[in-house]
T-cell receptor, first 112, second 118 residues
């Protein structure tokens, strides 16, 4: 079984540009989570979906961030416009009805 | 107040020895779950073990066991027979229901860096 797939693995962009991160959850998993990891703040939950519906987006830092899940096998996290403080590793994770989540390899975002 | 506290920023252990990584948590909910994840230097997050607040027995998964002391609000991870490949960051996390929101809150600790010495 393929795990959670994220693309790109690395992204370097200039301040002000739009960034789109992509995630394909494990087939059959109905929960999808987006996390951000930084040295200062650790691992933070940004938003999660259940059956493609956003359940809790209270962790999204500001309006520049948006996430969508148009179908059960695809989700995006978009930052527009990007800022240097958005530099972090962004993880996508998925789960089914069990508590544990399975993480993707992460996308390392650098905004210059 | 921090929801998850990992007081050991770094730990060293001799290969083949056992090591305990500390985790304390703070919640007023009777129903919650506790997790441990491993993050090697390559960056991926690997699920290790889960303990539900109502589970009567401590969770075990191979060389990993969770020493769950509910009254003390601690959920320490014990790794037996350490291997060089166990060198990584280890994160404790808690899932609890957000009051009035109908959704779950997931909180991770700051992590403990474990180094296994040959």
């Amino acid at each position: 079984d393929a795990g959670v797939i994220q693309s790109p693995r690395h992204e370097v962009t200039e301040m002000g540009q739009e960034v789109t991160l992509r995630c394909k959850p494990i087939s059959g998993h109905d929960y999808l989570f987006w996390y951000r990891q930084t040295m200062m703040r650790g691992l933070e939950l940004l938003i999660y979906f259940n059956n493609n519906v956003p359940i809790d987006d209270s962790g999204m830092p500001e309006d520049r961030f948006s996430a969508k899940m148009p179908n059960a096998s695809f989700s995006t996290l978009k930052i527009q416009p990007s800022e240097p403080r958005d530099s972090a590793v962004y993880f996508c994770a998925s789960s089914d009805r069990v508590p544990e989540q399975y993480f993707g390899p992460g996308t390392r975002l650098t905004v210059t | 107040a921090q929801k998850i506290t990992q007081t050991q920023p770094g730990m060293f252990v001799q290969e083949k020895e056992a090591v305990t990584l500390d985790c304390t948590y703070d919640t007023s909910d009777p129903s919650y779950g506790l997790f441990w994840y491993k993050q090697p230097s390559s960056g991926e997050m690997i699920f290790l073990i889960y303990q539900g607040s109502y589970d009567q027995q401590n969770a075990t998964e191979g060389r990993y066991s969770l020493n769950f002391q509910k009254a003390r609000k601690s959920a320490n991870l014990v790794i037996s027979a350490s291997q060089l490949g166990d060198s990584a960051m280890y994160f404790c996390a808690m899932r609890e229901l957000k009051r009035g929101a109908g959704s779950y809150q997931l909180t991770f600790g700051k992590g403990t860096k474990l180094s296994v010495i040959p």
